[in-house]
Each structure stands twice: as structure tokens, then as C-alpha cells.
């Protein structure tokens, strides 16, 4: 998760090159990639497209506290750990990845509202099945250590350890499943494991979350059921 700690099992650990780029140039890329186009037509209308937000003063609109999710509870993640962006117009999202915090709820909210830590997911689900929303998912959270996977991806973590199966509790896997279901239901996300992974699935990544002992069989045929209840 974000909380890292001495293990490398942290699901969305402290990283700092995943999207190390994501404060440098970005006015100078739209100025420049917009004058580009307009003297060469080097770049595509798309392209263009989805920069259009990053000019100063062009944000899609906001309410302050809203969640994405019917139930979940926000709790806003600093401004440090994930990059504004107007998904799925920017970025498609065709997938959910799975994280285990290695630590309680508690000390996971307080790693990703730390603009030193460098990495927080949109959801965190609790043992009781309680779901907190920390960043919209609009916008990319720094939760694979991996900017492509980042961009196109909303990432889950779920409180516990990964060598202790008694904390994958039923509620948690009912209420996350439920949450799954509902993001591919938003973004026609298939419900299989191509697009369900892992943290320890996303390329380049050292962590080994959520671990040998999440029981994809049963989270898939929760999300599956819980998608079908959707439609």
C-alpha cells in the first residue's frame, strides 16, 4: 500500500520514479505542444485534447468532499501524492489493482495524507468492510510505482498483513468486491483477472501484495456476482 514499512510487501509503497515527472513542464508542454500544432500540425486534435485541462484556470469541476463511490467516506489524501487529470478523458481506465496496507487502517490514511510519502491509493477498505475514498478517481493516484499502470488504473487497498490470512476478513472481501464492481461497471472494465491484478502483478514493481493468501477465486466470483447485480 502507501504505508511502507520495513517490508517490501507494501502495496503502494513510497516511490520516487514512478511519476517523478509529474510537476516539470507541464505549462511549458502545453504551450509548446500547442504552438507545435498550430505551426506544423505535428500534434493530433486528440492529443491536444487532453491537454486542454492542464492550462492554468481550465479544471473539470469539482465539489469539495464528493466521492465516486455511494457509502464511501472521504478523507482527502495530500495534494502531494497523486496528479489532477480528467480520466477517462485523458486516460482510459481499464483496470483495478489490488493492495494490502502492512498496517492498520489508521496508520494507511495517515501515510497517504503525508506529502513526503509519495504515494496513496483512491480506496481503502477496512477489516469491517468500511470503504474510505482519499482521491477522486478522475485523478491518477501514485499507488503502482508504475506511471502507465498509474494513469490507467484506480487502486484499492485493503487493511492487513499479507502472512495473515485472518485479516483478508469476509466483510473486507464483500465490500471491496462490491466497490470493484461498481468502477468496471463505470468504465466497461471486464471483470477478469487481466484486468483485476495484483500490485505484485504491474511490471517493475518489488512488492508482492496483496499476497499468497488473497483468495482471488472467491474475490473473483464476488465481483462477478456483484457486477451482474449492477447491471
Request: glycine share 8%; proline share 4%.
Amino acid at each position: 500500500m502507501g504505508a511502507r514499512r520495513a517490508s517490501k510487501d507494501t502495496g503502494s509503497a513510497k516511490h520516487t520514479g514512478a511519476d517523478s515527472d509529474r510537476r516539470i513542464g507541464r505549462r511549458a508542454l502545453l504551450i509548446g505542444g500547442t504552438v507545435a500544432a498550430a505551426g506544423t500540425a505535428v500534434l493530433a486534435r486528440d492529443q491536444l485534447a487532453r491537454l486542454w485541462w492542464r492550462a492554468p484556470g481550465v479544471e473539470k469541476p469539482r465539489k469539495e468532499g464528493e466521492v465516486d463511490y455511494a457509502g464511501a467516506r472521504w478523507v482527502a489524501a495530500s495534494s502531494a501524492n497523486w496528479r489532477m487529470a480528467d480520466r477517462p478523458d485523458d486516460y482510459g481506465i481499464d483496470m483495478v489493482i489490488i493492495h494490502v496496507t502492512q498496517g492498520s487502517f489508521a496508520s494507511a490514511v495517515k501515510a497517504f495524507q503525508d506529502p513526503g510519502h509519495q504515494a496513496a491509493a483512491h480506496y481503502i477498505v477496512r477489516q469491517d468492510g468500511h470503504v474510505t475514498q482519499m482521491i477522486r478517481e478522475l485523478d491518477v493516484a501514485y499507488h503502482a510505482g508504475n506511471r502507465d499502470y498509474n494513469e490507467r488504473s484506480v487502486g484499492i487497498e485493503h487493511e492487513g498483513f499479507v502472512d495473515r490470512p485472518q485479516d483478508l476478513t469476509a466483510e473486507m472481501y464483500e465490500a471491496s468486491a462490491r466497490l470493484t464492481a461498481r468502477v468496471c461497471a463505470r468504465y466497461d472494465i471486464p471483470v477478469d483477472r487481466e484486468h483485476i491484478i495484483g500490485h505484485v502483478e504491474v511490471p517493475g514493481t518489488d512488492h508482492t501484495d496483496p499476497g499468497p493468501h488473497w483468495d482471488w477465486d472467491r474475490y473473483m466470483e464476488l465481483v462477478k456476482k456483484a457486477r451482474t447485480a449492477v447491471a
